[in-house]
């Protein structure tokens, strides 16, 4: 691929994981408000949940961008001890000590207390609320900038690279079993749609991403 077409399509497969993420972000924070319920929520849901944001958000998209991306950015002109890319790793650590939190408690065999589960809740509602401004920061200034910084070979670079990645067999089938498992909660937890919700949506029409 050459030009404009390396440039739309070199994030796309970050753009895309932004998506569900989002969804499923959106669901955790549907459970997180169920949890306070009467009837409140299923625990085993939030070993789910957990499983989704541990091996896709984690092992699979935040390696994809701290593996594969940010060593790139890094050798094009972005600092790799300041700045953006230092401030995202940051908050990818923040988001796994939030999931790590959650899965403790998911793991909890005792029956969960009504203050087991506001904590439960209010520690779900952080981690959705970083999480949805983490994936805004990187829709709306790293992914932008790297698309006018780079010139088209290293995007095609990123490119590369991230198909790669995309097309390892463990990631594969990493993927196929956590994708299933993110449709079934965004099925069982809708929420009503929020303010703002669609911006890697608009950003993947933008890219040119279906
Ligand atoms: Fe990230
Ligand atoms: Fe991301």
């Not at 319920?37 to 091996?55: C, I, M, N, Q």
């Not at 600092?79 to 939190?101: C, F, I, K, N, P």
């Not at 067999?169 to 079934?184: C, T, W």
Request: hydrophobic letters at 45%; one cysteine or more; charged letters at 30%.
């Amino acid at each position: 691929m050459q030009g404009r077409d390396t440039v739309i399509h070199a994030l796309s497969s970050l753009v895309r994981e932004h998506q569900v993420l989002s969804a499923l972000v959106d669901s955790l924070a549907a459970y997180a408000r169920r949890l306070l319920e009467p009837r409140g929520a299923a625990p085993r849901d939030l070993a789910a949940f957990t499983r989704v944001l541990s091996g896709f958000a984690d092992e699979l998209h935040h390696e994809k961008e701290e593996e594969i991306l940010q060593p790139i950015l890094s050798r094009h002109g972005f600092h790799w001890q300041d700045g953006v890319l230092a401030e995202v790793r940051s908050e990818h650590e923040r988001e796994r000590y939030l999931t790590e939190v959650l899965s403790q408690a998911a793991e909890c065999e005792l029956a969960w207390t009504a203050e087991d589960r506001r904590s439960i809740a209010a520690t779900a509602l952080a981690l959705v609320t970083f999480q949805r401004e983490h994936m805004d920061k990187e829709n709306h200034e790293l992914f932008p900038e790297v698309l006018r910084r780079l010139s088209s070979s290293a995007l095609e670079q990123v490119r590369a690279g991230l198909e790669r990645f995309d097309r390892a067999p463990r990631h594969v089938a990493l993927g196929v079993e956590l994708l299933r498992v993110a449709d079934d909660l965004i099925a069982r937890y809708p929420s009503a749609p929020r303010l703002g919700s669609g911006a890697a949506v608009a950003l993947g029409a933008t890219l040119g991403v279906r």
